[in-house]
């Protein structure tokens, strides 16, 4: 079970973050933080104690905190942010995450964002991305070695992130985009595949038991529910347009 979750919150100018989304409207503070307040207080709700930050105003993506983390049982590695825009963002992170673990940190060259870090038991998966290079995996790799777990360095073709791809759903299954059907390296997990036109809802958070998803997939949803998890559907169009999701809005643990 997951006991905390830090978070922050979105600036006024979030809408000068980094995307790739072609939008059909811009992205609206005001609905943004509401859809970030619903969403702690989701995390509230089954179990998890938030501690949220101030938004950044020099990092206009700085409340997508996944990607300045990795946190296990042991030890929080602190991630040097692939994007030169990000750089900087993981310095508070690090100074809460000091307060519950031990500390490690990701160096240059060697750059790392959290979203492509996907934890399942005692083994990670590390994507490559443009965000996450050779060296930043190579260091994170022999950090998670050294505290036991073990892990598989997997490419990341389409998507930002890993995690745009791939994530745990619960029993022993991977709920994965069209991009990784039949990839040798997500071997030993069943996996459910999303449809090509809801391949955003890959992007589900497994937690406590439950299941968030974003609201409108709902080919996904029925998929899901063959699991029998508690689904809680989420409305995270404004975190789309700014290319996010439900798993990098919190570091849990
Ligand atoms: C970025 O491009 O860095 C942000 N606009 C979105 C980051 C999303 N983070 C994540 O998927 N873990």
Known sequence: MFTHAIA?????????????????????????VSQHETYLATLRSIGLSVVLLDALPDHPDAYFVEDTAVVTADVAIITNPGADARKGEEETIAAVLAQYRKTEKIRPPGTVDGGDVLQVGSHFFIGLSERTNHEGAGQLSR????????YTVVPVGEGLHFKSGVNYVGKNTLLITEDFVDNDQLEGYDTIVVNRDESYAANTLFINGRLLVPRGYP???????????????????????????????????
């Open 143 to 150: 950090i998670l070695t050294r505290y036991g777990y073990t």
């Open 219 to 253: 080919d996904t949803r029925k998929k899901l529910e063959t699991l029998g998890f508690d689904i809680i559907e989420l409305d995270t169009s404004e975190v789309r347009k700014m290319d996010g999701g439900l798993t990098c809005m919190s570091i849990r643990f």
């Open 8 to 32: 922050r919150k979105p600036g006024p100018n979030f809408d000068q973050g980094i995307t790739t989304a072609v939008n059909a409207s811009p992205p609206d503070y005001e609905t943004l």
